[in-house]
C-alpha cells in the first residue's frame, strides 16, 4: 500500500492551503458576525477549481473523485476556514454536481454542469423534513401525477443555501409508504430550477454558520415533468440508491471538515501554550493539557486515513453497504476527536476561549453541528451496528 501523495495531490492540497491563508479566521468572524455570504471566497474556489473536482472535463471540470474533494475541504478547513471550506463547495458539489456526474441524463449535465463548475449555479438539497428527520423513508412530500406533469407538495426543514440557490435536489415520494412492498421503493429525485414562485424560502435562525442561511422550503402545487427526474423517467420511484450516492459523499465532506477544525484547534492551541505562561511555565508544559490535546490529534489522524479509504471505495464503484460502512465509521470517530480537540482547544486558551476574537468558540459552534448532521453520532454507530458487527436493528 502506497502513502505517497500524487504530484496533483499535493499541488492541489498546497492551492487549498493558499486560499485559506487569504481568508483567516478574521474573515470569518466578520462574515460569521455580520451574517453576509463570502462572495470573494466563493470567487476564489470557483477559480481554483475546486467547484468542479468531480465533474468531467467535457463540462469544464477537472474529472477527479471524492478522494481529491475530500483533500481539499480538509485542507481548507485545517487551513484557517474552519466549517466554511467545507460548506460552500458540499452545497453545489456534493448535492449538485456528483448526483448530476452519476445519474444525470445528458440533457441535465448539459444545463447545469457547466454553471456548477465557474461558480454561477448554487445547489442545495431538500431532504429533511419536520416529521421525517433521519428516516427518509417517511418522507411527506408527494408528487403526483397529472397526465404529463407533477404536481408536488410539501415542506422540508434544515435547507442550507436554499436562499442563493439556483438548483435544488429535491427528495420526493411518488409513492406513498403504504403504497410499496419495500420502504426504498416510491421515493423520486427531481431537479428543481431556482427562484420559483412554488417554492418559500424562510431562513431559520440558528446558533452558527451564519455565513450561510438555512431555511424552511415550503412547496405549493410546483409543476414539474418526467424530465426533472434527475436520470429522466425510467428513475421513477427509485430514488432511494441514487440518493445513499449523495448521503455517503455527505458524510465524507463532513468527516474532512471534522478533521480540518479539529487540527485548526490543536494547531491554535499548541501555539497559545506557547506563549501563555502561568507562574514561571509556559502551560503548554503542563500533561493536562498535552495529552488530551495529543490524544485528539492522534485519533484524528486516524480517521482521516478512514476517509480516504472511505473516498477510494467511492472511486473505485465499490458497492454502497461496503462505502456506508466506513463512511460511517471515519465520520463518527473524527467528530467525536473534533468535538474534544475543540473542547481542549477552549480549555487550554481559558477565559479566552470563550472570547470570539480569538475564534475557539466559532469552531466550537460548528463542530457540535457534526454531532447532529448530516446524520447523528446515534444513527451513525446503529448502522456500524447492525451492518457492520451483524447485531440485531435497534430501531424501527
Not at 329 to 345: D, L, P
Request: include cysteine; charged fraction near 25%.
Amino acid at each position: 500500500m502506497d502513502f505517497t501523495m500524487k504530484e496533483e495531490h499535493t499541488l492541489m492540497a498546497q492551492t487549498a492551503r493558499k486560499i485559506a491563508k487569504d481568508f483567516p479566521p478574521d474573515y470569518w468572524y466578520e462574515k460569521d458576525e455580520k451574517g453576509e455570504f463570502a462572495e470573494e471566497f466563493w470567487k476564489a474556489i470557483a477559480d481554483a477549481g475546486f467547484l468542479g473536482i468531480v465533474v468531467p472535463e467535457e463540462y469544464g471540470g477537472s474529472g477527479l473523485g471524492l478522494t481529491e474533494l475530500y483533500l481539499v475541504i480538509k485542507e481548507l478547513c485545517e487551513g484557517g476556514t474552519g466549517m466554511a471550506g467545507n460548506w460552500y463547495i458540499c452545497l453545489t458539489e456534493v448535492f449538485g454536481a456528483i448526483p448530476i456526474v452519476k445519474y444525470g441524463t445528458e440533457k441535465q449535465k448539459e444545463k447545469y454542469l457547466p454553471g456548477i463548475v465557474r461558480g454561477e449555479l448554487e445547489f442545495c438539497m431538500a431532504l429533511t423534513e419536520p416529521n421525517a428527520g433521519t428516516n427518509t423513508f417517511r418522507t411527506e412530500t408527494f408528487a403526483r401525477r397529472e397526465g404529463d406533469k407533477f404536481i408536488v407538495n410539501g415542506t422540508k426543514i434544515f435547507i442550507s443555501g436554499a436562499d442563493r440557490a439556483k438548483g435544488m435536489l429535491l427528495i420526493t415520494r411518488t409513492k406513498r409508504l403504504d403504497e410499496v412492498e419495500k420502504k426504498t421503493d416510491g421515493l423520486t429525485l427531481f431537479l428543481v430550477d431556482l427562484p420559483n414562485d412554488a417554492v418559500k424560502v424562510s431562513p431559520i435562525p440558528k446558533h452558527g454558520i451564519n455565513y450561510s442561511k438555512t431555511c424552511e422550503v415550503a412547496i405549493e402545487d410546483l409543476e414539474l415533468t418526467e424530465d426533472d427526474i434527475l436520470g429522466g423517467p425510467e428513475n421513477l420511484h427509485k430514488g432511494w440508491y441514487h440518493l445513499l450516492h449523495v448521503l455517503d459523499p455527505e458524510r465524507l465532506v463532513f468527516t474532512a471538515a471534522s478533521i480540518g477544525i479539529g487540527k485548526l484547534a490543536i494547531n491554535t492551541a499548541v501555539e497559545y501554550s506557547k506563549q501563555r505562561k502561568v507562574f514561571s511555565d509556559p502551560i503548554g508544559a503542563y500533561q493536562s493539557l498535552q495529552h488530551p490535546l495529543a490524544e485528539a490529534y492522534a485519533t484524528l489522524c486516524c480517521a482521516e486515513l478512514m476517509g480516504f479509504k472511505a473516498a477510494w471505495l467511492f472511486d473505485t464503484g465499490a458497492h454502497y453497504r461496503e462505502i456506508g460502512a466506513v463512511a460511517n465509521m471515519a465520520k463518527a470517530v473524527a467528530v467525536e476527536a473534533a468535538f474534544r480537540a475543540v473542547y481542549w482547544a477552549m480549555q487550554t486558551h481559558g477565559g479566552y476561549g470563550y472570547a470570539k476574537e480569538y475564534h475557539v468558540e466559532r469552531w466550537w459552534r460548528e463542530i457540535n453541528l457534526v454531532r447532529l448532521a448530516p446524520v447523528t453520532q446515534q444513527m451513525a454507530w446503529n448502522y456500524i451496528g447492525e451492518h457492520v458487527l451483524g447485531m440485531p436493528k435497534s430501531y424501527r
